[in-house]
Nanobody, 128 residues
Framework: QVQLVESGGGLVQAGGSLRLSCAAS????????MGWFRQAPGKEREFVAA????????YYADSVKGRFTISRDNSKNTVYLQMNSLKPEDTAVYYC?????????????????????WGQGTQVTVSS
């Protein structure tokens, strides 16, 4: 089992940047593919980005492609989401999640049903 703790959220003006971090407990972080999801008020939770166990494969939602970058540091048990050119529609609670069944080189999943472990979320608010 792994515990996930997100940080780095906050209030930013449109066009600005934030970097979210998700720290994982334990010594088996490299066993998990990792994903970021978000949930805006009154909306369903949606996929944002994911990264394979090996850091060799990433996958993005069309809405964030070219603006957001997911990365991981297995030596620090941490996954990051660098968010640039933020828009008001990016306002949401952002969650990181861990997929324990991914193979080393597998393309990471965009389905939240694949992810067994979730953090508590961090609020990102983008003002216009």
């Amino acid at each position: 089992q792994v515990q996930l703790v997100e940080s780095g959220g906050g209030l930013v003006q449109a066009g600005g940047s934030l970097r979210l971090s998700c720290a994982a407990s334990g010594r088996t972080f490299s066993r998990y593919a990792m994903g970021w999801f978000r949930q805006a008020p009154g909306k369903e939770r949606e996929f944002v980005a994911a990264i394979s166990r090996s850091d060799g494969s990433t996958y993005y939602a069309d809405s964030v492609k070219g603006r957001f970058t997911i990365s991981r540091d297995n030596s620090k048990n941490t996954v990051y989401l660098q968010m640039n050119s933020l828009k008001p529609e990016d306002t949401a609670v952002y969650y990181c999640a861990a997929d324990p069944r991914a193979n080393w080189w597998s393309t990471p999943s965009a389905s939240e049903n694949t992810y067994d472990y979730w953090g508590q979320g961090t609020q990102v608010t983008v003002s216009s």
